[in-house]
C-alpha cells in the first residue's frame, strides 16, 4: 500500500496542548521549573530516565494536587512518545498498552484537571498508534511462500491484525469526539473579543488550536483506517470520500492556519489515494508555493508525495531527479518515514527503467536500487514491506560471491548480515557473519566477536537449526554473563530448546526438556530484574505445569515481577497452577489444604482481573477472556454460579455481536463452555440452549464445531467424575440431573438445532445411560434434519449418517430393543462390511442377546462372532485397541458358557504377548474381569 501513513503520529500534532510552563498560576516557580525539566527528558528522547524521575516526585510529602495531576499526564504522555520512538513493533504495542493505562487513570481520576483535555486528545492519538501498529504488523506478515503459494496461517494472522487496526481506529473516533465536546466548550468560553495585550488572548489561541488539532486528527483516523482494506474496494473507497470531505470542510474552515493546510494536503492525499492523480498534483503544487516559512515542514511532505504521483504516472525519470533533490535539501530526514518513503520511490523508479538497458547499465542501476532499498529495510515503516519484497527480487543479482563476502570488513560485513536478514536471506546472513566473527578476532575485539555471534544464533533459531542456536546462544550467556547482549543470547537459547522440543519428538526430549530448566533457572538467577528472567520464570512455570509440579509451577509464575510485560498474565497462571494443586489434594482427602490452596488462587485470579478492569482492558481483549475464564471457573466450580454468569456474559455479548478471528476461538469456546455449564449449575436451561447456537457460530468449520462438541461433552463428563471420585452423592445427583434437563431440553426444542447440536446431545444421553432418549434424538435426525440442506450439501454428510445409525444401534441395544438393533445392525454391516465400529456393534448385540436368552445356543453364536473378529483383527500391524476389546469379549462369552478356566486362560495369554493390551484403561479391563473370574 504506497503513500500509507501514520499521520496522527508524525509532525501532525500541530501546536502542544498543555499550558507552557509558567503559564499555570496553581503552581509555585520551583514545581514549573520540574514540569519544565520532566518534559525536557521526554522531548530529548531519555524515555528510561524521564519515568523514574517523576515516580521519584510522586514519592515526595507535600505535593500540590495539581502538579499531582501534571505529574501523572506526564507520565502518560511520556510512555506515548516512548512507544511512537520505539522499532520493535511488539514491544511498541506493550508501551502503548502502558501509557492507555497511565492516561486512563488520570482522566479518571482528574476529570476537571486542565490537562484532562489533552489527555483525552493523547488517549485517542494513542488508539490511532495501536492501529497503525497493528497495520504494519499486518503488512509483515506472510501470507505467501518462497514459490508463491498461499499460507493459511499467514492470512489469518494478517486479517487478524487488519481486525485489530479496525477496532482500534474506531476507539480513536471515540476518543476524539469525546475530546471535541470538551475543547469546544473551553474555547467558546471566551468571549469574541479580546484586546491585544491581554493574557486571555493567548488563551484563547491555544483553546482554538487545540480544537482544531483535535479535528484534523479525527478526519485522518477515516484516512487511516482506508488503508486496511485493498485499494479499489468499496470500503476503502468510501473511507476515502468521507476522509476527503472532512479534510475538505476543515480547509475551508481555517484557510489561514496551519490545521487548514495539512488538512488541504490530506485532502489531496485521499484523492490520490483513489486514483485521482491529477486534482492532487494541482493541491500539492499549490502548497508548495507557500512562502511562510512556517509550512516548511510540511512542504517537505508535500514533496515526498508528490514525488508518489510522479510516480504513478509513469515519469519515471523525473521521479528519480525528484527525489534525489529531496534527499539532498533534507540530509536529516533520511531516515524518517518520510525519507524512507522518498528511498522507496526512488528505487522504485530506477526498477521501472531498466527494460531497454545494456547489461552493464541494468546492473549499475540494480545496485543502486539495492542500496536504497537496503536502506529502507533497516528500519520500521509503512515502506518496508514492499521494500523487502523489491530487495528479495533483486538482491540475488547483486550478492556478493564467497571472495567478495571474504574481503569485507567487519563493519561491512555487519552492515550486510542486518539487510541479509531483514530479507530473510540466511545463508547469506551466516556467510557474513562469520566473516565479521573472523575479522573481530583477528583484532581481538572480543565485544564485536560476540556481538557478531548473538546475530548468528538468531540466524541459526531463524532459520530452524534450534541445536546449533541454542548451543551457541547458551555458551554467549554463560561464558559471557556480564556482556550486554548475554541476558538476550540465553533468551535465544531458551526459545531454540523451546522449539527443538516442539519440533523434534523422536528425539531424547526428555534432555531437551532438562536442558530447558536449567537454562531457565540460570537466566533467572543471573539477571534476576531483568525481562528475560522473567520470560524465563514463564517458562518454567509452563514446563512445571506440564509435568503435573503445579506447586512449583505457583512459586516461579509468582516470582515474575510486578510491571513486567507479562506480570498479569503469570498471575493467572499461578492462580491456575493453585487451582490444580487444590483439585488434586481434595482427591487425596486432604480437605484443609485444599481449601487453602483454592483460596489463593481465587486471590490471584480475582486481583488480576481487577487490575485490568481498573486499567480498562476491554472485555474482548484476549488475556482479559483467559483472566475471566479462569476467575468464571472458580466461581462456578466453588457453588457460585450467577456470579460465574455475570463475570462472562459480556464476552457472549460481544460474540453475538460480531465473530472473533480464528485464533481466538479456543478462548471464545472456553468462555461459551464454562457459562454453558454455569446456567446448568443454577438450572438455567434454557439460557443454555441458547449458549449452543451461539457455539456453533464462532466454529471456523465443521471440525472445529464437532471438536468443540467433544471439548464440551469431556468437560462435563470431567465434572461428574471428579464429583464421584470426591464421594459427593448429593453433589453428583444434582450435576448429574441439571446435566440431564438440559439434554433432554436441548432435544426437545424444534427451532436452532443443527445436525451437530442434536448428535451431541443424543451422544452424550448415551454416556449418561438414557438409552430411551438418545433413541429418539437419533430417529429424529435421521428423519429431519439429516434430510435436508445445508446437511445435504456437506462433503462428509454420508459419514455422519453412518457415525447416527450406529448410535441409533447402541441406543437401542443399551435399552433392550434387541431385535430392531440386530436387524439395523446387520443392514450397516451389508452395506459396509469393512466397517471396524459396526462390526463390534453386532457382536455386542449378539452378546446381549445371549445375556438376555442365557441359552448355550446364543452364547456358542456370540463366542464364534467374537473368535473370528479377533483372529481376523490379529494380522492386522500395528495392533489395534479394537483387538484386545474382541478378546476381552471371547472371554465373556466363554464364561457364559460356565468354562470360566478356558476365559482366564484367554485373558492371561492375551496380556503375555501384550502386557499393556492396548492403553491403561484396557489393561484395568482385563484385570478387573480376571478378578471377577477368580484368575
Not at 21 to 37: I, K, M, V, Y
Not at 571 to 600: C, P, S
Not at 653 to 658: D, F, G, I, K, V
Not at 697 to 716: D, H, I, K
Request: aromatic share 6%; hydrophobic share 40%.
Amino acid at each position: 500500500m504506497r503513500g500509507q501513513h501514520g499521520f496522527a503520529a508524525a509532525a501532525l500534532v500541530l501546536v502542544a496542548m498543555a499550558a507552557a510552563p509558567g503559564q499555570d498560576s496553581e503552581l509555585p516557580p520551583e514545581w514549573d521549573r520540574e514540569l519544565r525539566f520532566v518534559q525536557g527528558l521526554r522531548e530529548r528522547g531519555y524515555f528510561d530516565l524521564a519515568p523514574e524521575y517523576v515516580q521519584g516526585l510522586l514519592k515526595q510529602d507535600g505535593l500540590p494536587e495539581a502538579l499531582r495531576g501534571a505529574l501523572r499526564y506526564e507520565l502518560g504522555r511520556g510512555r506515548l512518545e516512548e512507544a511512537t520512538a520505539t522499532a520493535d513493533l511488539d514491544r511498541r504495542q506493550v508501551i502503548l498498552e502502558q501509557a492507555r493505562q497511565e492516561l486512563d487513570g488520570f482522566v479518571r481520576a482528574y476529570p476537571d484537571h486542565r490537562l484532562t483535555s489533552e489527555a483525552l486528545v493523547q488517549l485517542a492519538r494513542l488508539y490511532v498508534e495501536r492501529g497503525h501498529t497493528a497495520l504494519l504488523q499486518a503488512n509483515e506478515v506472510r501470507t505467501v511462500d518462497e514459490e508463491g503459494r498461499e499460507i493459511p496461517s499467514g492470512q489469518l494472522e494478517r486479517q487478524a491484525r487488519l481486525n485489530a487496526a479496525r477496532a482500534a481506529f474506531a476507539e480513536a473516533r471515540t476518543a476524539y469526539d469525546a475530546a471535541e465536546g470538551r475543547l469546544k466548550a473551553a474555547y467558546d468560553a471566551f468571549p469574541k473579543f479580546i484586546p491585544e495585550g491581554d493574557p486571555r488572548r493567548a488563551a484563547r489561541d491555544r483553546a482554538h488550536t487545540a480544537l482544531m488539532d483535535d479535528q484534523l486528527q479525527r478526519a485522518i483516523v477515516d484516512y487511516e483506517e482506508a488503508q486496511t482494506y485493498p485499494p479499489g474496494s468499496a470500503e476503502r473507497d468510501r473511507l476515502l470520500d468521507q476522509a476527503a470531505a472532512r479534510f475538505k470542510d476543515l480547509y475551508e474552515r481555517y484557510r489561514t492556519q496551519l490545521a487548514g493546510l495539512h488538512a488541504r494536503m490530506l485532502q489531496a492525499k485521499s484523492l490520490e489515494e483513489k486514483g485521482e492523480l491529477g486534482p492532487a498534483m494541482g493541491i500539492y503544487n499549490e502548497l508548495m508555493d507557500h512562502t511562510d516559512p512556517r509550512v516548511r515542514d510540511l512542504q517537505r511532505q508535500v514533496g515526498f508525495f508528490r514525488i508518489i504521483v510522479i510516480n504513478k504516472r509513469g515519469e519515471h525519470a523525473l521521479a528519480v531527479d525528484e527525489a534525489a533533490r529531496w534527499l539532498q535539501a533534507n540530509p536529516q530526514h533520511r531516515t524518517t518515514e518520510e525519507g524512507l518513503g522518498v528511498q522507496l520511490e526512488m528505487a522504485r523508479a530506477i526498477l521501472a527503467q531498466l527494460e531497454g538497458m545494456n547489461p552493464s547499465e541494468r546492473e549499475q542501476a540494480i545496485r543502486a536500487a539495492v542500496d536504497r532499498l537496503t536502506e529502507v529495510v533497516r528500519y520500521y515503516s509503512p515502506h518496508k514491506p514492499e521494500a523487502l519484497k523489491l530487495l528479495q527480487k533483486y538482491q540475488e543479482r547483486s550478492a556478493r560471491r564467497a571472495n567478495q563476502v571474504a574481503n569485507l570488513s567487519y563493519e561491512d560485513a555487519m552492515s550486510q548480515a542486518d539487510t541479509a536478514i531483514s530479507t530473510h536471506d540466511w545463508g547469506l546472513a551466516e556467510a557474513l557473519l562469520k566473516q565479521a566473527i573472523r575479522r573481530a578476532k583477528r583484532s581481538r575485539e572480543l565485544e564485536k566477536v560476540n556481538r557478531a555471534r548473538y546475530y548468528l544464533a538468531y540466524v541459526y533459531y531463524a532459520s530452524d537449526r534450534y541445536y546449533e542456536a541454542a548451543v551457541l546462544a547458551e555458551h554467549l550467556a554463560r561464558r559471557y554473563r556480564e556482556g550486554g547482549l548475554a541476558a538476550k543470547a540465553a533468551e535465544i537459547g531458551l526459545a531454540s530448546l523451546t522449539q527443538a522440543y516442539n519440533t523434534f519428538t523422536q528425539v531424547d526430549r526428555a534432555s531437551d526438556l532438562e536442558r530447558m530448566i536449567d537454562l531457565a533457572q540460570y537466566t533467572a538467577a543471573t539477571w534476576p530484574e531483568s525481562p528475560e528472567a522473567d520470560s524465563a520464570r514463564s517458562t518454567l512455570g509452563e514446563i512445571y505445569l506440564g509435568r503435573g509440579e503445579y506447586a512449583e509451577a505457583a512459586a516461579v509464575f509468582e516470582e515474575v515481577r510486578e510491571g513486567s510485560p507479562g506480570y498479569l498474565n503469570a498471575r493467572v497462571k499461578a492462580g491456575d497452577a493453585h487451582w490444580r494443586l487444590a483439585q488434586r489434594l481434595r482427591d487425596e482427602g486432604k480437605a484443609a489444604e485444599a481449601d487453602a490452596e483454592a483460596k489463593r488462587a481465587e486471590e490471584i485470579v480475582a486481583a488480576a482481573l481487577r487490575a485490568r478492569d481498573e486499567a480498562g482492558v476491554p472485555t474482548t481483549d484476549p488475556d482479559r477472556i483467559t483472566n475471566a475464564n479462569a476467575m468464571a471457573e472458580i466461581l462456578r466450580a466453588t457453588g457460585r454460579p450467577s456470579e460465574a454468569i455475570a463475570l462472562l456474559e459480556p464476552i457472549a455479548e460481544a460474540l453475538r455481536a460480531a465473530p472473533p478471528a480464528a485464533e481466538a476461538v479456543p478462548l471464545y469456546a472456553g468462555s461459551l463452555t464454562i457459562l454453558l455449564r454455569a446456567h446448568l449449575a443454577a438450572g438455567q436451561p434454557n439460557q443454555a440452549i441458547e449458549l449452543m447456537s451461539v457455539l456453533e457460530s464462532v466454529a471456523p468449520s465443521r471440525a472445529s464445531l464437532t471438536q468443540l462438541y467433544f471439548e464440551l461433552g469431556r468437560s462435563l463428563q470431567a465434572e461428574l467424575e471428579r464429583l464421584e471420585k470426591a464421594n459427593n452423592p448429593a453433589a453428583y445427583r444434582k450435576t448429574q440431573d441439571a446435566y440431564r434437563q438440559f439434554l433432554t431440553a436441548l432435544a426437545g426444542s424444534r427451532a436452532g438445532q443443527s445436525y451437530d447440536s442434536l448428535q451431541w446431545a443424543g451422544e452424550s444421553m448415551l454416556d449418561l445411560k438414557m438409552p430411551k432418549e438418545a433413541a429418539e434424538v437419533f430417529e429424529r435426525v435421521l428423519k429431519t434434519v439429516a434430510q435436508e440442506k445445508p446437511f445435504t450439501d456437506r462433503p462428509d454428510a454420508a459419514a455422519r449418517i453412518l457415525r447416527t445409525r450406529l448410535k441409533l444401534v447402541s441406543a437401542l441395544r443399551q435399552q433392550g430393543e434387541l431385535d430392531r438393533a440386530w436387524e439395523l445392525v446387520q443392514q450397516l454391516v451389508s452395506e459396509n462390511p469393512r466397517m471396524l465400529e459396526a462390526l463390534l456393534e453386532q457382536g455386542l448385540v449378539l452378546e446381549d442377546r445371549a445375556r438376555r436368552g442365557g441359552d448355550r445356543a446364543a452364547w456358542e453364536a456370540s463366542l464364534r462372532y467374537w473368535r473370528n473378529l479377533a483372529t481376523r483383527l490379529n494380522q492386522a500391524s500395528p495392533k489395534r485397541p479394537e483387538l484386545f476389546e474382541a478378546w476381552l469379549h471371547v472371554a465373556t462369552a466363554l464364561e457364559g458358557l460356565g468354562q470360566k478356566a478356558e476365559a482366564i486362560k484367554t485373558l492371561r495369554g492375551v496380556m503375555t504377548l501384550t502386557p499393556s493390551v492396548g492403553t491403561p484403561a484396557m489393561k484395568s479391563r482385563y484385570e478387573q474381569a480376571l478378578k471377577r473370574l477368580g484368575g
